[in-house]
């Protein structure tokens, strides 16, 4: 995945440029569909009619002339003014906070469900650097398990279940005091993984839902790369006897909430 083409939008009454980071088409599209209570339509392209009065010499023509001028125009995604509409259409509901705007929300008594916008700095746990070489060596892997005596149905389901490519990514967010937590999917990404680090150290703004009613005990697994990364049902889970690096679970250093990240944007 290459990095996003930089294009700029307007912030805060100024102009400016970015990247997104990533980008959840899917759920904003559903998002934006319930706001405007009706489906979404994909637009391929645009029929537009240029009309234009146009004074010519009376005695060529004997009077005024207009000239049409009708064509057809592809449209071009511009995901951050995605973005910024997809903002407009949340301004003024009750169930969408601002934190880039006023400060003056309590996060701590916000439910599950309602969406937010700050500014913030994510940070992928340095324990996932390990489940995410293991995903280089997957064609490995596959061609190590499977077997010549497995029957043509167990190869294939063995192929389709490594070859999963929606895999998640966990991420920590420090905001506002307190941990959030969440998963990014690797299809939306617009960034490469290795890029991510970089990010680290760059303020961005995320766009999220807030998943969890309450805080989450640092006890509880945020992160399992069984579940989220090799995506293994529970049965297939439990079948594993005992877990290798990069394959353990991921937990947070302190309670925590759960978000949904919908668009990230720099």
Do not use: H, W
Not at 99 to 127: A, N, W
Not at 168 to 174: A, E, R, S
């Amino acid at each position: 995945m290459a990095l996003a083409p930089c294009v700029f939008f307007e912030q805060r009454g100024r102009v400016m440029f970015g990247n997104v980071v990533y980008y959840d088409k899917k759920k904003i599209d559903e998002y934006r569909s319930v706001i405007k209570g009706q489906r979404n339509l994909e637009v391929e392209e645009y029929e537009v009619s240029n009309d234009k009065g146009i004074q010519v010499d009376l005695k060529a023509f004997g009077a005024d002339a207009k000239a049409s001028k009708t064509y057809k125009a592809k449209v071009q995604e511009s995901l951050l003014y995605n973005c910024d509409e997809f903002e407009k259409l949340l301004s003024g509901r009750d169930d969408y906070f601002d934190f880039t705007q006023s400060s003056d929300f309590d996060l701590m008594t916000m439910s599950r469900g309602v969406i937010i916008k700050f500014d913030g700095y994510i940070k992928v746990p340095e324990e996932f650097d390990l489940t995410q070489t293991i995903d280089k060596f997957k064609p490995m892997l596959i061609a190590s398990l499977v077997k010549d005596n497995m029957d043509q149905t167990e190869q294939v389901a063995l192929q389709v279940f490594l070859e999963t490519s929606d895999t998640k990514i966990p991420v920590l967010i420090d905001f506002d005091e307190q941990l959030m937590c969440s998963k990014l999917i690797s299809n939306n990404m617009l960034v490469k993984y290795e890029d991510m680090e970089e990010y680290e150290e760059l303020e961005v703004t995320i766009i999220a839902r807030i998943t969890s009613g309450n805080m989450v005990n640092a006890r509880k697994a945020f992160y399992d790369p069984l579940k989220d990364f090799m995506t293994l049902n529970r049965v297939m889970r439990r079948s594993i006897g005992g877990r290798t690096d990069g394959l353990y679970e991921i937990y947070a250093d302190r309670d925590y909430r759960t978000i949904e990240i919908l668009a990230i944007y720099q």
